[in-house]
């Protein structure tokens, strides 16, 4: 199973902000801290904001933090979230599809995958806040 670059980028833009959850963050440190897209960070965070996972403050000293806290955002939830779909393969198109064995071992498969998602929060990815936290400061190299 692959997830898209969206789905990586929204798990990134939530463990940031996990592991910085006494203040406000900005689009820019966050795609600095990742050298990833600001264009593309932003819409995102903005889906992000739109589906209560972030809640976004305007202005000079405003930024983006977390909507609620880390034990309650489902790292699956936000999965099925940012995914269009979860077609592994395009059965539909497939003269085989209805005698076929693959379709159900696959749909079978996504289920087991999404199972150990959803029983996961970013709370237990952020077990470890400190040392993440620690990775995201700008090194004096």
């Given at each position: 199973?692959?997830?898209t670059r969206y789905t990586d980028y929204a798990m990134r833009v939530l463990l940031y902000l996990g592991a910085r959850e006494d203040r406000l963050c900005s689009i820019a440190e966050i795609a600095q801290a990742y050298d990833i897209s600001q264009?593309?960070?932003m819409k995102?965070?903005?889906?992000?904001?739109?589906?209560?996972?972030?809640?976004?403050v305007r202005g000079r000293f405003g930024g983006v933090r977390l909507a609620r806290p880390p034990a309650e955002i489902n790292v699956g939830a936000v999965?099925?979230?940012t995914e269009?779909?979860?077609?592994?393969?395009?059965?539909?198109?497939?003269?085989i599809a209805p005698?076929?064995?693959l379709t159900g071992?696959?749909?079978?498969a996504l289920a087991a995958f999404m199972k150990v998602l959803d029983g996961y929060t970013l709370e237990n990815l952020l077990a470890r806040r400190v040392d993440l936290a620690r990775l995201f400061e700008p090194?004096?190299?």
């Open positions: 199973m692959r997830l264009n593309h960070l995102v965070v903005s889906d992000l904001v739109n589906a209560g996972y972030l809640v976004s999965v099925r979230h269009d779909g979860f077609d592994l393969v395009d059965c539909g198109n497939c003269i005698a076929c064995g071992a696959l749909h079978q090194s004096d190299a």
